[in-house]
Every structure is written in structure tokens, then in C-alpha cells.
């Protein structure tokens, strides 16, 4: 049997010094800036790597640490956004900091599973399709924020096709995490409520 990429990497916590590098992340759209607005104490920063490792500040802000690479952290996202939309009514979202509405691939190459909100662009998976959410990353990378979420509306009912700034902050409200582009664009950093289960 072949070994997943990520199976040596497990959740590693972070300090609390990955704040200021999070909010940094969180700048100038308008799903980040709901998010800026969490209450981010209240949470846990995490990241995957192997066992034991301490992962720094100084690695978050400038490359992966040993025994990570691109393709296994992606790989651990994968597996964390699979099994997080396994139970009904959960959605992922990715505001994408570069795509752009009117951009020509967007109609002919792109996943279908995008909305709109006047020119910024946000991919979206309502089911546990591994294949869908690596389609999404492969657009919406390096440069974008995730979300996790239990919208309070149902989108995998409505498949909209465009968004309002009242839908993306029910996103952020109701997120169970979220995650930003780090580890010089190689890799993620997680916010988890601390209500959350890691994984759930």
C-alpha cells in the first residue's frame, strides 16, 4: 500500500506569537476581514509537521520545517477538509487573494463551485470530495484563506453563484477554523476554536 505524503506529520501547536503573523495574513478582503474580527485569543494555532518538531515563528514566516514539504502539507489540509465535511451541513470556503472576476480561465477551466462578491472570487465544497478540494487548490493557491464553517445558510442547497458581505460574515462567524497561506506559501497555519474538536 502506498504511503500517504503526510502520514509522518501530525498537528503541531503553535505560540501565541503566530497571532500577529495570522492577522497580518488577514488583510484587504472581505471574508479576512471578518475573520480579523474573531475573537483569536479565545482559539489555538496549529500546523502539521512530524512528531516532536518545534516549529518557530522565524519557520512560519519563512519556510517549512524539516520534514515537511509541499506536497505533504497539502496533503495533510486534504485529509483535515475531507473528513470535516463528512457530517452534513458543513461548507469550505477559499477567498482567493489573485483570481478575478472576468478573468478568462475562470470560464472555461476553472471548478464550477465558485461565487462571486462584485470582482473577488470564492471557491466553495459542500461534500467530502477530495478530488473537488484539490481542483480548488490548485486555483485558488498559494495565495488565499480557508474557512471552515456551519453556515446558517445551506449552500450546498442554493449553489450560489454570487455572495453577499452578509454570507461571507456568517462564514466567519459560525467557522470552526480557518486557515492561512504560511511557511513562505509552502504550507498553512490552522485557527481552531477551542470549542472545536481538531478535525471536527
Known amino acids: 500500500m502506498t504511503q500517504s505524503p503526510s502520514e509522518a ?3 503541531c501547536p503553535l505560540g501565541k506569537d503566530v497571532e500577529a503573523f495570522v492577522l497580518d495574513r488577514l488583510r484587504g478582503m472581505p471574508l479576512a476581514d471578518s475573520l480579523r474580527a474573531l475573537p483569536l485569543p479565545e482559539g489555538r494555532f496549529w500546523t502539521w509537521a512530524p512528531q516532536a518538531t518545534d516549529v518557530t515563528l522565524g519557520d512560519v514566516k519563512t519556510g517549512l520545517p524539516s520534514g515537511v514539504t509541499q506536497e505533504s502539507a ?3 489540509f486534504l485529509k483535515f477538509a475531507v473528513d470535516y465535511l463528512t457530517p452534513p451541513n458543513r461548507l ?3 477567498e482567493d487573494f489573485v ?3 472576468g478573468d ?5 477551466e476553472a471548478p464550477k463551485s465558485h461565487a462571486a462578491l462584485g470582482e473577488y472570487v470564492y471557491w466553495y465544497a459542500t461534500e467530502s ?8 487548490m490548485s486555483w485558488s493557491a498559494p495565495r488565499s484563506c480557508i474557512v471552515l464553517t456551519r453556515p446558517s445558510t445551506d449552500w450546498a442547497a442554493r449553489a450560489p453563484s ?3 458581505i452578509a454570507n461571507l460574515h456568517d462564514v466567519a462567524v459560525n467557522s470552526d ?4 497561506d504560511a511557511f513562505d506559501f509552502d504550507g498553512l497555519v490552522v485557527w481552531s476554536r477551542r470549542s472545536s474538536e481538531m478535525g471536527r
Open 9 to 11: 506529520l501530525v498537528r
Open 74 to 76: 497539502q496533503d495533510a
Open 92 to 94: 469550505v470556503v477559499f
Open 99 to 101: 483570481s478575478r472576476v
Open 104 to 108: 478568462p480561465a475562470l470560464a472555461s
Open 129 to 136: 470530495d477530495r478530488e473537488q478540494l484539490e481542483a480548488i
Open 162 to 164: 454570487h455572495v453577499t
Open 177 to 180: 477554523h480557518f486557515a492561512v
